[in-house]
């Protein structure tokens, strides 16, 4: 038993033709080292020991995730350990190894111990079960920007979060959305579930609702809201569906003209509620180029916008505030030629009332 396990490595070489680098041995799950001998390891006489051979014992295993009701399918080699399996778990998935245990047919499996030492065969399913740690810290970021934290289980629901962080910011936020990493978390699911540990933090978002504008033409459009936005941000939403300057919109809702500056909730504007726009201190016309007048058909390519401007004001009565093609608000210093105007061009003019 003088031999060293690199010798033997040798024979093997000898009479199977593997290369020594290729092999692996072990005896009693432990992994023998080249320069240490049989007998330090307690190899005597009609000892077994375990030879694995790199590159020939591929084969492919898959990872049962309950939490994440997912399967990872893993190629491996059958002298892998289970700590290296964790290693490629963890280059799929971000899953810290220390946060889980993996079991095949209901037995822990230990880190140290190989595929081949465990008799795992090739199409094998491992369980992945999260460890609960008794305590984590959480921060949970609130819509006003204010940071609540809050030391919770890692087996608590998303639920038993909203409740716990309402009950520590004195109202309820069961109706909102809690997001981490910009991803919105469901009620039913546990933290572990989403791998949040200590330290992670949360977001409450306000959750949104549809509401109804109508203009005055009749016509209605539906917009996407949260009660925490301002009208002023609204307005913007109506623009970006309408091409209506954000300056000349007004908006009412039950009679009343609503303030930039005040949010939905403030004149409690809820889900399916509508809202009527009308105009501030100005009017808007939707008109073709031909159907302004002779006098702007007789203008050149090469016409400034502020000319344009000045002609249009001289044939309605009225001082131009802005004229826009589709949502654009044209610029006084460049020409008709640069918006490629031509006489079927509908251009909307804001109008200052007289």
């Known amino acids: 038993m003088s031999e060293t396990i690199k010798n033997l490595k040798s024979i093997v070489r000898e009479k199977e033709g593997y290369a020594e680098n290729l092999q692996e041995l072990f005896f009693a799950d432990e992994w023998l080292r080249d320069d240490l001998k049989l007998a330090d390891y307690g190899v005597h006489s009609n000892s077994t020991l375990h030879l694995v051979i790199h590159g020939l014992d591929l084969i492919k295993i898959f990872i049962n995730i309950p939490s994440y009701e997912k399967i990872l399918e893993l190629e491996v080699e059958t002298c892998h350990t289970i700590e290296n399996i964790k290693s490629l778990i963890q280059e799929r998935e971000g899953t810290q190894s220390n946060c889980y245990s993996l079991l095949y047919r209901g037995k822990l499996l230990e880190d140290d111990r190989t595929l081949a030492s465990l008799d795992i065969p090739p199409q094998s399913i491992l369980y992945l079960v999260f460890h609960p740690r008794d305590v984590i810290l959480i921060s949970v970021k609130m819509p006003n920007g204010e940071i609540v934290k809050s030391e919770v289980k890692a087996l608590f629901t998303i639920h038993d979060v909203k409740l716990i962080i309402g009950s520590m910011v004195g109202f309820s936020v069961a109706g909102h959305n809690l997001l981490h990493a910009g991803k919105k978390l469901a009620d039913s699911k546990t933290l572990a579930c989403y791998d949040i540990g200590e330290n992670h933090v949360l977001e409450i978002s306000t959750p949104t609702f549809q509401i109804f504008v109508k203009d005055w033409h009749g016509k209605t459009i539906i917009l996407d809201v949260r009660e925490d936005e301002t009208i002023w941000c609204l307005k913007h939403k109506v623009f970006d569906k309408l091409h209506v300057p954000v300056e000349v919109q007004s908006l009412k809702f039950a009679r009343k003209l609503l303030k930039d ?70 610029e006084n210093g460049l020409t008709m030629a640069a918006y490629g105007i031509d006489k079927d061009t509908m251009l909307m003019l804001v109008l200052e009332v007289r």
């Open 261 to 330: 500056d005040l949010d939905l909730a403030s004149y409690n504007i809820q889900k399916d509620s509508t809202l009527h726009l009308v105009f501030r201190s100005s009017t808007v016309h939707w008109m073709k180029f031909s159907e302004i007048g002779p006098q702007v058909l007789a203008l050149r390519k090469t016409t400034p916008i502020f000319y344009l401007k000045a002609t249009i004001q001289k044939i309605m009565g009225r001082r131009v505030k802005k004229v826009l093609i589709d949502g654009l608000e044209l």
